[in-house]
């Protein structure tokens, strides 16, 4: 009864149908009324369209449900059972829905398999002749049925075609634009199918096509730091969510287990009061198993138990609801199955840190959830490429500076090298104040605070910023914001701070206590302020924030009451909160990138790019010299090959010993299928092959996905 008034309301009236046709120098919009049918993509067509099938379909399943499952999703219907009684259900379908719908069912456009019956038995059991059939499997309701290698084709075609999207996605010019696509859209594209499917097992065929997509998908993110090498560790922290300080990725073998067990737990939640019959197919897969369980339920059990290894709080999660308890969905359980196990892989890694400053900025980093998941849909919420591979490089724990060598690297401003305070992490560059550090001063803080101003605005607050001779004594100091209130209230002042985690006095706390860089310079302020503005009655307020974008305390609070003063709605006020959060996110993101860019530490080696005379061992090797990247070198060095002794070929005879791999030099050159050069190439792993992955047979599944209503082709 609820639904007949929303689509009178949208189908009650004509509608207006534009056709538009530019010619040379003009446009020319013709304007048709559409009386008949739903408009194009419209939800409530496909709604109707069910609601009108459904009386049919339940009369279908009252005199074939005892002997057949029948499955329907819009107007792609299923039918599972004994070939003779799944062609007779069949027929009646056609005829149920030539009589109701005044439609017309297509065989040419309906498939039937079955593993065990040939095509002669399928075709005798009453299946028509023009409907096609297959002994490998079919796809039904958009998941692959049927052999194991019909399961991994499918599998392998689906992945191809992410990974022709991920080549695709590569070509995009903003960076920032590629990581949000990546992780909102093209990440998701492989979940439902994963959520119907076991693709856990680390050695099946469907595995090994996962190995692929999650080769891909590194090699996409390797494109965000192209100085540098996505090794184990960093790419490990990429696929933590951003709320764990990662970036969000997730990967084919770690979607796998808690998607198909979500999917199994709900259809054992739901799917027996349906259909009792199925109740034992859908046992508890961390109980006693049978002698022999189903596929799905071994699948189930498999899953189960790699999750367990990892944290055994997975059980309780999975477990079914109690008696009036509603089912939670298949997307909740999963989400809730992943972050405890994320939680678990999260600790582990911070363990196996080795220094404080990997520590201490993986604290801060996960504190930070806003940067990587704002999306650059302004100007406010966008990083440029350069900054982005910044923050990403940051983010990830990696180097900034553009050469690996093993050759010493200078501050270029204040000529300090590795080792006496400069750092390839970018914190240098943060703190060296040799020539006042104008950047930071001017592209970190100032653009920070005047994002907080802007916010006091927008909710109504009276705010001005850098309000001179606001205190009555002496100081000369002056605020970043001044929020006024009532003459019979004080006012709030509030001064804003930057805070580095990777600074030496704070660095050794951070790597065990979550912001204490941020604690540590909003006391400094509290020190230098509270007691001057306390003095005259008004209240003071420290706005602290790490450079990896997390918030002080204090800072959260002023923004909560910010957002409580907006009114509006529950939601409304958390849209408030997540937006201008992203804003300050990506502000400081973009400050801490811009003062980092222009002040990279520089590399002194002679050495770097590559130059001919480390090829002197190998014969008629002639490599063309290269542009320099970098300053020039301030103290003469020389790189570590070159200071040792290198074997000399004769000129008369063929080189034919070769150092080691690890006597090489860092900074060689790998050549393939050149005849001159040495194959020291390292060989490609081998293929593996695998063995099919056994499916039980026995019963016909039919598909018909083309309707002919009306005289309009659906479908």
Avoid at 90 to 110: I, N, P, Q, T, V
Avoid at 314 to 339: M, N
Avoid at 359 to 371: G, I, V
Avoid at 410 to 428: P, R, T
Wanted: hydrophobic share 40%; glycine share 8%; aromatic share 8%.
């Amino acid at each position: 009864p609820s639904f007949p008034p929303p689509i009178r309301a949208r189908y009650g009236d004509p509608g207006d149908v534009l056709f538009v046709e530019a010619g040379a120098g003009s446009c020319l919009v013709e304007t048709i009324q559409s009386t008949v049918g739903s408009a194009q993509g419209c939800t409530l067509g496909s709604l109707s369209y069910c609601l009108a099938q459904q009386p049919i379909l339940e009369r279908l399943h009252e005199e074939y449900g005892d002997r057949c499952l029948i499955v329907a999703y819009c107007d792609d219907v299923t039918i599972i059972g004994p070939a003779a009684d799944a062609a007779a259900c069949y027929k009646r379908w056609c005829a149920l829905y030539a009589s109701f719908l005044e439609g017309e069912l297509r065989d040419d456009k309906g498939h039937a398999f079955s593993l065990t019956l040939t095509e002669a038995e399928a075709r005798a059991a009453g299946i028509p002749e023009s409907m096609s059939f297959t002994n490998e499997g079919l796809r039904v309701v958009g998941s692959p049925v049927g052999t194991g290698d019909f399961v991994a084709k499918y599998v392998g075609e689906q992945i191809d075609g992410v990974i022709g999207a991920f080549e695709t996605l590569a070509r995009m010019p903003l960076l920032h634009a590629q990581h949000s696509i990546l992780q909102k859209s093209l990440l998701t594209k492989m979940t439902y199918l994963q959520r119907t499917l076991a693709t856990g097992a680390p050695f099946s065929q469907v595995a090994a096509h996962g190995r692929r997509y999650d080769a891909a998908l590194r090699s996409l993110v390797q494109g965000f730091v192209p100085h540098t090498h996505l090794h184990d560790q960093a790419w490990r922290v990429a696929t933590f969510p951003t709320s764990l300080g990662g970036l969000g990725y997730r990967t084919f073998a770690e979607v796998a287990d808690p998607a198909f067990l979500a999917s199994y737990a709900h259809a054992r939640a739901t799917l027996p009061a349906f259909f009792p019959w199925l109740a034992d197919a859908l046992a508890d897969p961390f109980g006693p198993l049978p002698p022999s369980p189903g596929s799905m339920l071994a699948a189930a059990a498999d899953a189960g138990a790699r999750l367990r290894r990892i944290h055994p709080g997975v059980e309780e999660l999975l477990r079914p609801p109690s008696a009036g308890e509603r089912a939670s969905s298949a997307h909740h359980i999963q989400k809730r199955t992943s972050a405890l196990v994320a939680d678990e892989h999260a600790r582990l890694f911070f363990q196996s840190l080795s220094t404080t400053r990997e520590k201490a900025y993986t604290l801060s980093f996960r504190q930070d959830s806003h940067t990587f998941s704002a999306m650059p849909t302004s100007p406010d919420l966008t990083l440029s490429s350069d900054y982005f591979t910044i923050s990403v490089s940051r983010r990830l724990l990696l180097k900034i500076t553009t050469c690996n060598c093993e050759a010493s690297k200078i501050c270029i401003v204040c000529n300090k090298s590795v080792g006496c305070g400069v750092d390839e992490w970018g914190d240098h560059s943060l703190l060296c104040m040799k020539d006042s550090n104008a950047g930071r001063r001017v592209d970190w803080h100032d653009e920070n605070y005047r994002v907080w101003l802007r916010m006091f605005k927008r909710v109504g607050w009276d705010a001005k910023a850098e309000v001179s001779n606001h205190l009555l004594c002496d100081s000369n100091k002056r605020p970043d914001i001044v929020i006024f209130k009532s003459l019979a209230g004080g006012d709030i002042v509030i001064d804003y701070i930057t805070c580095v985690v990777g600074k030496s006095d704070v660095v050794e706390l951070a790597a065990t206590t979550p912001l204490h860089a941020a604690d540590a310079g909003a006391t400094t302020k509290c020190n230098n302020w509270a007691h001057l503005v306390q003095l005259q009655g008004d209240t003071f307020l420290p706005l602290a924030a790490e450079d990896t974008g997390a918030l002080h305390e204090e800072a959260l609070d002023l923004l909560a009451s910010a957002s409580s003063a907006l009114g509006g709605t529950a939601g409304e006020r958390q849209a408030f909160l997540t937006y201008w959060r992203q804003v300050m996110a990506i502000t400081t993101a973009r400050g801490v990138a811009k003062v980092i860019k222009q002040r990279v530490p520089a590399c002194t080696g002679a050495h770097w790019p590559v130059q001919p005379h480390h090829f002197q061992h190998v014969q008629d090797a002639v490599v063309p010299p290269q542009p320099r990247q970098h300053l020039p070198m301030r103290q003469p060095q020389t790189c570590m090959p070159c200071n040792q002794d290198q074997p000399v070929a004769d000129p008369e005879v063929r080189v034919c010993h070769y150092p080691d791999v690890l006597d090489l030099p860092d900074c060689a050159l790998a050549a393939q299928d050149a005849p001159d050069l040495p194959d020291c190439a390292l060989a490609a792993q081998g293929a593996q092959h695998l063995p099919d992955s056994p499916v039980a047979g026995g019963v016909l599944y039919m598909n018909n996905d083309g309707v002919f209503a009306g005289g309009r082709a659906s479908g």
